[in-house]
Each structure stands twice: as structure tokens, then as C-alpha cells.
């Protein structure tokens, strides 16, 4: 299904080309690197070598003596009103202890920034941020999640009585009972490992701030540029009114850029200091510390089912490493995979209790998936438990357990409604493309060749399109989920698009000049999209949580329904009829059954701009501004299906098919859809076979570059076969849901699902991630001996 | 990943790049693996001189009993030879499979060998195979076999103002194959073996096992005593010791020389 050419006009599900594309394939993207301002320094950070320590002093007199160093900033120093703030306060009362820009009296993570140096030149920079001497005093250490909960374990911040950050529960009436009243329970421990999110443009960040003015611009590589100016505002002390925030070209965030961090604010502060600007790039080593990680959750299933595997009752108690802070939504992502624990299935009674705990490791927060993967991996291990204990096809016991078509719209025992749903026909059509039915003669046929070969599925639904405000707000998220857009036609008819949302890499400017077009009728090839400037938008959410489209490109299609409203009124009287006589041809106003009485929204365009008879009560210009609160969220889904075959020899894990049938509803453009799920299984498939941020217990980052961090290569990209289903959402006007992070959520457990199906012949029934081929080949050492 | 302040110079010839060594300079070959080092602050060279541009250091040519290969011929140079792939094959085997495609366009023979990372597949594949350096410098050339170039971890036998010039492999290495086991496609090697089967016998060699590359004698031994694969395969990692490490255990890696022993032995046999 993958589109090689333009074939079509460019509306709304055609199979056109990227229009951002090729200025990235030729080089002409522009990153914030990319950036030189005139007088600019450069910053440098001193970061804790240490999980824990207490810091005595600070001696930057060498670093200061160096010529071209500018200023070394300290706690002390560096002029900012207040720490890094999060806006997540799920069920309230959550621990949110101070994270200074620049550590105050503890480092409590390796990467911690404790110092900041501004010299002439970035080599410079690093040069004299190894010359300040730091003296500290270590004190004792937890980066165990688990561990950290212990009686008598560390305390990652002493002004607390536990590690202990918040405790979210659900419980439904009926759990207890349901529960005892299950003929069979079963049990399984998941643990979902720490991961980094990993872009290819890591961070970067340059500070402009004027002391005449007190304006200050802020150019950062971020999914959010509205969430940074407020925040610059507030911690920097300075009114919103006079921050700008600009993002460039931003090279992938993936969760990573979804929040606001403290060289954000350290760089505007450090200007202000020096007088000039201050730029910023973090390198890759420091992105491993000092960019969030992702998931670090322990689970714990029990499962209550009766003789045919079906869930009567589910227990999920877990526990989310948070590490040393909570970063901007570090609470709530837990909280997701909460909503999420049922899955697809109808399951009426959960009890759901998640421990989220402080640590000496960097932040976690939303790793592509946020919280979602975590809820969806574990019930499709679940799944493939409750088959395995009693007999069961894997994808017979899914059936049992789905939500049924009839009966959407579905309220999930954790309070969701889910809109719409055809999960057992995505399922069925999974099964026939893999060829399910068949696989046992490959098992076969691979046992001939030294080779465990293995089955596994998946089948999720998600939640996107965040989010309904009154729902944010009611989750304790201090900020609103709607989405503005403007729509703005010249006088030439060209268009411009002003969108909220904030893409680093998702080619919003192609799926918004195919709604464009088919929506108000100016080509594709004349809708320029200006977005990540907070010069230009009222206020954006940003690009996150798959919502661009489901939020974003609803805000855009209400602002196109009202330009085209009002271009029917200008119509209407430039026509001299009434606006019921005029009939929408896609790219004109006609009076019905008169196509030589019409007028095309260009000439409307131009009317409008020209003024010169406009009707009474019309303002001049077509233009308009959305700001569209989702109603509800959509809930994309559908069935992975992945084949591996692992290495008697060697342990060594090889995805050898993968077939993916999604259901994101309507689709705009169906190159982004299938690039995002490639993607996302890739990076799925990272998890479950490479990645892996590993900490010492004594606090040190062991996964510091990419020889120890594993992200998948091209030459480690599996066959893929893309299918989808359409079940349109019904709740927005495009039925379209959100495609950007089903692929991860899917992915780690249809592979999982599927070594484990592999070793079974061995009598293995559970695997933990990642799957490097010296843990296989430990587990087929222990089921063999 | 900002490397320190540094004095660059970039050689056009041999005696020029001697002088720069002698000087103090750090050599800098195809950079696959200083630069990264400096990248890291793991390395810190006042000075660096530039091999890049020294024409008598690039090419492959046969001389006698032996093929010559100038120390700056790059992997991907290496690999496609055809010399080399007749009668050296486990060393064209082991370039192809260096890191990917970009690092073989630019990391050298030469380069490979003088940084002796225990993790290396040429310095394995050349010790199986039997082959030598010539090595350049204010004392004059000398011939150091491979086996007694890399003494340890990043270390070589070089004195300090040498610099390998030549890596001479045999010709008489016989059907020879490279073995290795990495988790992705552009990973070091975790364990990598090379076996030559020559008329003096079979030789074979491992990379990451231990701080150099390390002749397999207990396999070499059964098999050339008449002994069984199966033996030999038994024998693979005695008197080996790596190290425990994220890539899995001492006794996993064991387990692993013995496997690629076994699969370089059998696509050596059918050559």
C-alpha cells in the first residue's frame, strides 16, 4: 500500500507526495543549530556525575580565568523566579518537589544540571564546564522503582516521608465479587522497560532576551512552543505578553519535546545576564540524561476468567518510575495507562491501583504512546497467559473478550466512551492476510532449520485526539486539549493556513492543504501552513498524543466551513440572489442548475479583499479563526500479527513477517498513514527486541551513547504488510482518529507475543523486554536443562 | 560530544607524516573510531596529522607469497578485491561486514589494527589468516606479526613514532571464512572468529574475548591432531575469559566462540 508517486489531485484521501519533503532531502530543513544571531555565546551545562549528592561548592575561577568565557552561572546566580513547573496533578495532592533550573543544594539524578557556561564558541564552552570544579558529597542511592518503596530506602528528597509521588486508584463496585465468584485466575508480572525517546535532532534551545525592552524570544526544538512561552513567562518573571517562542524546523520529538526544560529557561535567563543571545544544542551523550526517558512501569495482572477465557475480573497493580521530578506531564502518563487497562475487551469490573515513585534516575514522561503501550503490552501478554493456561487459540480467546460492534458507543470500566469500534473484523481480516491459519506447517519448517518460529498478536485500541478541556481539566492537567486554526485567503486567492498545531516530522502542510482543498476548493499547491510561532497563532496546543488531526485538522475544517459561509453570502449578493439559491460546486458558488451564474472562491477572494460591494453586516476579507474543543477523544485500533523466528544456536530474535491492519478511521493522506506505521512498529520493535536505558544501582547511566543504546537501523526493518479497516469516528465531523502512535502501542507485544509462542515447544511462557538474543538464549538454557 | 581544542595537519607524504607522529601528532586514519573517541573526551590529542592525503599508504598489490595492502585501503577497498577474496578470504569477509557501508567507505586496514579495539574484526581475521604489518619510524622499518602487534586494550606493540605502513597478508592461508555475532546489522562484533584451513593446518582467531584478539589453540589443536569438529567446538574457548557485559555473560560469550567457530569452519570447508 505504499504510495511511490502524486497520482491525484491532492483533496482529501489522495495519494500525494509529502510538500515539506524536499527541502529535508536536500538539506534545506532549518534547525535551531542551523541559527547563528548576531553576538551570539554559547552555553555549556555542568551536569551531576552522580546519581546523589549533596553539592558543598561550586569553584569556577578556572573556567572564569579562561579567555572567551563569559559567565558561569549558578543556583545562585542565574536570575529565574522559580524551578521547572509540571502541569499534571491527577486526583490532587501529587508530590511536586522543587527542580530548579540549576541545582540548589542536591543533584539527584546523573545529568543534572548544577552549572551553566557561556563562552564565545561551543568548544570552548565544554572546555571550561570541565574546569569548574564541583565538590560534592555523594549520599546513598535508588534507581529501582520497586526498590524505592522499601522500608528504609534512600529518600530522593528528604522534605518526603517515602518515594512515594501519588497513588492512583479505580476500583468498580462490583470487583471484589467478581473476582471471588472467577472459576479460574491467573496471574503475570510484566515489566515495562525504560526507554528513551531518541529523535534525530536532539534538543537545542537559543535565548534572545532584551534588557531595554524586556521582550525576550525563545527559537527551541519543541511540540509545544505555546506550553514554553507561558512557562518562560512564569519562571523567567516576565509578562507572556512579551515572549516569543519560535520553532524552526524541528527533527523529531516523539514525546521528548513535549514539555518545557531547564535549559529552555536557563538560556533566556542567561542572556539577560550577558546582554547577547545564548544558544544551546545538546549533544547525544547529554541527551541520554538530560532529555526525559519514557515507561519504566512494573506491572502486576491477576486475572479472574471463566472456562472459556473470559475476563470476568482484572486486577493491574503497578508501580511508574517517575525519577527524581516530575516533569510537565510526568503524573498523568501513568494515569493514561490507566484509562487504558482493559484494552479493547469487555471487561465491567477492574480494580486498578498505579505507585508512582520518585527515584535517582532522569524524569520519565510521554515516550511515543505514553502510558498507552504500557496498558497494551501487558493485556496482550495477558491475553496470550489466559490462551496458553487454558487451551485456547490466541485469537479465539481475543473474540471472546472483545467489545462487540453493537455495542458502541462503549463506556470502558475506567470511564471511557469509546465512540466506535469493528474489532473483531479488523482481527479476522489480520488473521487471513498473515496466514494464521497455516502457521504451524512453518513452525515446522523452521524447527528443520535450528529455528523456534512463533506467532504472536496483537490487538489494541487507543485513545487519541486529546482532549475534550473539561476532561483535562477533570484530570488534573492545568492545561485546556482544544485547537485553534485560522484560514486566511489573499486577495490573489492563495491561502493561508495558520495551524496550532506543531509538526516535527508529521507533514501537517500536506494533510492541511488536502483538507484545504477539498473543503473550500483552493489547490493544494496554494495553501501555504505556518505553524510553531507564537508570533503568528492566538494560542496552540501543539502536536502530541496523536491529536494534530482529530483536534487540529477539525479546528482547520470549521474555519474553512466558515470562510466558505461567508464567501457564499459575498456570493449571494455579488449575484444578486438569495444564498439558498446557491449550490457549492467544490470549488465555486453557483446558482443551482446555472453554472454560468457562478462565482469561483478565488474571484470571491479577491471581492472580499477589494471591498467594493460587500453585503450589509459583511466584514472585508475572507478569513476566519477556530477554536474547537473536542467533544470526546477517538479511539483508534486494529491487529498486529508478527512472526519471529529465534536461533537454537545463538538466542537471536528475527522478526521474519509482520502484517498490520489498523483502523484510524477516515484517512487524509495515505502516505503519512503508512509511514506512521512503519514507524511506529519500528520503533516498537526497538523496544522489544534493542532498546533499553539501563542504570547501575549505584546510579550511573550505563546506556550513555548509541553503541549501548540500541535504536533499530534500516537494516533491522522486517518485512511489513500494511492493511486498514474504516470505521469512521463519529466524533468529529471527518471521522478521523489519529494514526501517529498505534503502531508502538501494537508492535512490542505482537513480537513478544510471538517469541514466547516460539520457545512454548520449550515450555517458556513468558518473556521480558528487551529480547537481546544473550536473555533468550539464558531462558532456552534454564527450559532445556 | 564536543571534542577539545586540537592542531590539525593533514600529510601528503610519508616522511611528512613520520615527522608529524615523531612530533607528537596522533595519526588519523579513516576517523571511524578516534573521532568518536574525541567526540566523547575519551581521547584528547594536542595535534592530529591527517593520513588521508598519502598516496603510497592506498592499494593492493601482490608480492610474492604475499598480498600487500597499503594501510590507509579502506574496508570497503579491502572486501571487493579480488586478490583478497581468492586467497585471503576470511579477511574480505570480515571488511564486508564492518560496521555499514559508511564506515567501510572511510575506516582503513591500517587504522583497524594500530587502534586494536578488542572488539575489532580485522585485527581477528588477520591473526587467523597469518598476516603481518610493516611498520615506519625513526628506527627504520620492521615486520611485526599480528599476533604480537596488539598487546591489550587500545594498545599495540607501535613505539611512538611508528606508524603501520603495510599489512601483508599471505597467500597461502587456504579456504579461510569470518564468522561474527552482533545485534544489529552496523553493531561491533560480540564475538567474531576467523579459521583459515592451510596446508600448515587450521588456524583460528577470535575478537572479543578478552583485551586482543586471541588464537582459538585449544579448537586448533584438536583438529590438527586428527581430533572431531565436535571436539574442537568443546575445546573453542579454553583458556578464555571475557568479560560480563550488557551483550550477556562470560559464559554466553564462551558459548558464542564455539557456535562461530563452528559456522567459520564449515563455510571455510566449502570454499
Redesign the interface.
Known sequence: MATTERLTSGGVGDAVLRKEDRKFVTGEGRYVDDLKLPGMLHA?FVRSSFGHAKINSIDASAALAMPGVHAVLTNATLPVETGVLSASNPGGDVRHPEQAILAKEFARYVGEPVAMVIADN???A??AA?AVQVDYDPVPVVVDAEKALEPGAPLVHAEYDSNLVKTLAHVTDGFADALAKAPKKISLRVVNQRVTPMPMETRGCIGDWSNSTGEVTLYTSTQVAHFVRTFVSIVCGTSEAKVRVVTPDVGGGFGAKLNTYREEFAVCAASKVVGRPVKWIE????NAVATIHGRDQVQYYEAGVDENGKILALKFDAVQNNGAYNQLLTPSISHLTLFMVPGCYDIQDVSITIRQVFTNTTPTDASRGAGRPEATHGIERLMDAIADDLGIDAAEVRRRNFIKADQFPYTSATGLAYDSGEYHETLEVALELSEYAGFEARRAEAAKRGKYRGIGLSTYVEVCGLAPSAVTAALGIGAPGWEHSTVRLHPTGKATVITGTSPHGQGHATSWSQITQTELGIPFDDVEVIHGDTAFQPYGLGTYGSRSLAVGGIALYRSLGKVREKARELAAHLLECSIDDLEWTGTSWQVKGSPDRAKTIQELAYAGWASASLPEGIEPVLEATTFHDPPNFTFPFGTHVCEVEIDQ??G?VEVVNYTAVDDCGNVITPMIVDGQVHGGIIQGLGQAL?EET?YSEDGHM??P?L??Y?V??A??VPPMTLHRTTTPSTSNPMGVKGIGEAGTIAASSAIVNAAVDALSVIGVRHLEMPM???RI??VMQEATS | ?????LEYTKATSLDEALAAVKAGARPLAGGMSLMPMM???LAAPGAVVDLGGVPELVGICEDGDEIAVGAMTTHRSVANDPLIREHCHVVAQAAAGVG?MTIRNRGTIGGSLAHADPHGDLPAAILAAGGAVIVRGSGGERRIDVGDLITSYLTTSLAEDELITQVRLPKGAGQSAYAK?H??????SIIGVGVSIGADGVRAAATGVGDHPTRLTGFESVLNAGGSLEDAIAKAGEGLSPLGD????TE?KL??VG?LAAQAHAEASSR
Open positions: 555549556a561551543r568548544y570552548l565544554r572546555d570541565d549533544d547525544r551523550t547529554e544456536a545463538t537471536h534493542f539501563v550505563l546506556t551513547t553503541v549501548e540500541l533499530p537501523s537494516a533491522d537481546q538474543p544473550s538464549w539464558n | 560530544m564536543i571534542p577539545s581544542t567526540r566523547l573526551r555499514s555475532f545485534r544489529r546489522a552496523i553493531d561491533w550488557l551483550d550477556g555473560s554466553y558459548h558464542l557456535v
